[in-house]
C-alpha cells in the first residue's frame, strides 16, 4: 500500500485543489483571517478545537519521524514531505467541512468524523465501522506505544529515568485528563501546544540562522536529492528516488495525518457554524505541522548529520537528539527531551479522544468507553518499553489503510465540499 500512497494524495488532493480554488487570493485571506476569529458560544472554541487536533499532528513524527525518513530516504524525503503537505491541505479542507456538515449533537456536545459522514452522507454503515476499527487499531500503535516509547526513550537517555517509570506517570496523567472529556483535553492543548512549539521553534530557528551557510546547503540538497540521477545508475538511483518519495510522503502523513481522517474528529467539537471556516483551520494544521516544524526539524538533522555517526536508523529520537546536541551540548538534550515528552503526551491524549469517540460511535455506551481508556492506559505504559523498529512499520500500515479507506468517502461527497465552500463565499462576500 506504501509505495501507492503519494498517487492517491496528489490526485485527490489536485482535485480539492482546483474545485475549490482553496489557494485563491480571496481563499487565502480568508484561511488567516478565520485564524482571528473570536466566538462567543459555549463549548470548545474553534481555536480550541485546533489545538486539539494539531496536538495530534505536532507529535514524535515531527522530531523521530522526520529523522526516520532522512536516514531511510535522503534529503530528497524532506522534498516530497512538502509535495505532500502542499496536495493535503485541500483534503485535509474537505474532510473538516464534511466532519461539521454532518456531526451530531450526542450529550449536548457535537461529535463527528469520518464515522459519521460515511454512515450518513454515504450510507455506508460496515465502512463506517471499518473506520473506526482502523482508528482504534491506530490511536493504540502511532497514537500510543510510539508516543509512549519515544517520550520514555527520551526521559532515559537524559535523565536515566527507567521507561516503564515514564510509561506509568503518563498512563495516569492521561487517564485523568481524558476523564475530563474533550472541555478538558482543549483546556490542556490550548495552553501546552503554542507553548512547547514556540520553545521548539526558538531552539531550532536559532540553530539554522547561527549556521546559515549550511543551511543553505542543506537546502539545496533536499531538492538535488528528491531527482538526482548522477553517477549511481538509473536502476540504484531510480529506487533512492522513489524511496525518498515514499518515506516522504508516508512520514509526512504520520505527522499531519491528512487523508486519514482523524483530526477531523476534533475539528467537530468547534461550536463553529461554519464548516468551511473551520476547514481553513484544518488547512493551518498542516502548514504548521509540516511546512514549518518538519521543515525546521529536518535542516537542523540535515545540518548537523555530516557530523554524527552510528546513528540507528530505525531510532528517531536518538538521531534528532543527537542532531540538536551537537549544537547545544547537554543543554539541547535537556531541551528536545521535555519537548518530546510534552508532544507526546499531547498526542497521546489527543488519540485516545479519537479512540473513545470511535468506540462509542460503535457501542452508543459510555462503560465501554471506559474500558476503552483502561486499555489504552495499559499501552501506554507497555508501549515505553517495546522495541520501535516493528512499531513504525505498523505504523505506516495503519496510516496508509486510514487514507485508502477514508480518501475515496471524501472523493465520494466531494460536491458536498463544493458546496459548502461557495455558500460560504456567497454569503461573505
Known sequence: MLPLLPLVIILSGLYFL??????????????VKSLFTKNTDSGVSPVAALTVALAGTLGVGNIAGVAVAIMLGGAGAVFWMWVGAFFSMSVKYAETVLALRYRCIENGKSVGGPMYYIYSGLGKKRIAVAFCVLCI?????????????????AIRLQYGVPPIVTGCILAVLCGLIVLGGIGSISRFTLKAVPLVSMVFLVLSAFIIVSNASEALVSF??????????????????????MNSIKQG?????????????????????????????????????????TVVMCTLT?????????????????DGISAAACAYGFFFGNTAYHIIAVCVLFFAFATLICWSYYGICCVE????????????????????????????????EL?????????????????????????ETESYFLKNK
Not at 482553496?22 to 480568508?30: D, G, S, T
Open 137 to 153: 487499531c491506530s490511536s493504540l500503535g502511532s497514537g500510543c506505544v510510539i508516543q509512549s516509547n519515544s517520550a520514555a526513550v
Open 361 to 392: 460511535f460503535l457501542t452508543h455506551d459510555k462503560k465501554y468507553s471506559v474500558l476503552y481508556l483502561v486499555l489504552y492506559c495499559i499501552f501506554i505504559a507497555l508501549g515505553a518499553v517495546t522495541a520501535p523498529e516493528f512499531m513504525w
Open 220 to 241: 539545496f540538497d533536499i531538492f538535488a536529492s528528491a531527482f538526482s540521477f548522477k553517477s549511481v545508475g538509473a536502476g540504484v538511483t531510480g529506487l533512492s528516488v
Open 298 to 314: 529536518a535542516l537542523v538533522i540535515l545540518i548537523a548529520k555530516p557530523h554524527l555517526t552510528s546513528l540507528n536508523p530505525n
Open 18 to 31: 482546483i474545485k475549490t480554488r482553496l489557494f485563491a487570493p480571496k481563499r487565502l485571506k480568508r484561511s
Open 249 to 289: 510522503m508516508a512520514k509526512g502523513s504520520l505527522s499531519h495525518e491528512s487523508g486519514a481522517g482523524t483530526s477531523a474528529i476534533s475539528h467537530a467539537a468547534a461550536n463553529t457554524k461554519s464548516p468551511a471556516e473551520q476547514g481553513f483551520l484544518g488547512v493551518f494544521e498542516v502548514f504548521a505541522d
Open 395 to 419: 505504523t505506516d500500515f495503519f496510516t496508509c489503510a486510514l487514507i485508502f479507506l477514508n480518501v475515496p468517502c471524501v472523493f465520494a461527497l466531494r460536491r458536498e465540499v463544493t458546496l
